[in-house]
């Protein structure tokens, strides 16, 4: 079975995924600082990036490592600043039947404050490269926003991002931690 290897710096979050060479397991360690996607053209409703959802741990890695044909999901999510937690489209919690927690979670926003369903994942971005984030995310209905759910700042905290308003483009860049 596939283990990830945490991260041994400062925070202990992102996981590594192995890269299978010569019949042995070897572990990627690239810098990720720097890596950065453009979005050239931000919708009306904001920066919209594209996602991998996992389940689980296990099956990132083994989609990773050995192109295994686990479920995962591909979403666009909205960069929310306001948003201290992500949030996902229940089709898609329902569909990767992610780890539901206990305790809901306690949101404001809109109308005041909002008990929510918090499930457990493993978030994959394009700029994070060989890495990915195990992330909770709250249960939202995404079904008319043409976007699947927010990126919030639990996940932006290890990001650098830059807004131009001039051009009208989002840069998203990966923080090495």
Not at 10 to 31: A, E, I, M, P, V
Not at 104 to 119: I, K, Q
Not at 126 to 137: E, R
Request: overall charge negative.
């Amino acid at each position: 079975m596939l283990r990830a290897i945490e991260h041994s710096g400062k925070h202990k979050y992102f996981y590594y995924f192995f890269r299978k060479q010569s019949g042995t397991l070897q572990l990627q360690s690239t810098n990720m600082y720097g890596f950065q996607q453009t979005i050239p053209s931000l919708e009306d409703v904001g920066p919209i990036i594209e996602a991998e959802v996992h389940s689980n741990e296990d099956t990132f890695l083994n989609i990773k490592n050995l192109q295994s044909a686990e479920p995962f999901c591909k979403v666009n999510l909205l960069i929310d600043t306001g948003s201290n937690i992500s949030g996902l489209d229940k089709r898609f919690i329902r569909q990767l039947q992610l780890s539901k927690y206990v305790d809901s979670a306690h949101v404001g926003g809109v109308g005041g404050m909002h008990e929510l369903a918090r499930y457990k994942g493993i978030l994959y971005l394009p700029i994070f490269q060989n890495k990915a984030l195990p992330i909770d995310v709250i249960e939202g209905d995404y079904a008319n926003a043409p976007y699947d759910g927010i990126i919030g700042r639990d996940v932006l905290r290890f990001c650098s991002f830059t807004y131009d308003g001039w051009s009208n483009t989002f840069k998203l860049m990966a923080i090495d931690i």
